[in-house]
């Protein structure tokens, strides 16, 4: 199966591999280089509701943070 990169350089995934994928609009996607491919890998989202406890830390945190920027790594999100 081929594609093509248009000139925005953006890529149409066919519809048949949607499908088989079962993705839907909106679906994000980690992308690695491998050699000289690039994987994507659908990214699951799940809903998180946290507990007034949770909350209350992540405002805090945000108290502290919001003038500054950092990347959030996994490792972060884990310590919260």
Do not use: W
């Not at 066919?14 to 491919?37: S, T």
């Amino acid at each position: 199966m081929t594609i093509t990169l248009t000139s925005k350089n953006q890529i149409t995934i066919p519809k048949k591999l949607i499908n088989e994928m079962h993705l839907a609009e909106g679906a994000l996607f980690d992308i690695h280089i491998k050699g000289n491919r690039l994987e994507l890998v659908p990214l699951e989202t799940v809903e998180k509701i946290f507990s007034d406890e949770e909350y209350a830390r992540l405002e805090s945190v945000y108290q502290k943070e919001k003038n500054t920027a950092k990347k959030v790594t996994a490792r972060d999100i884990e310590r919260l």
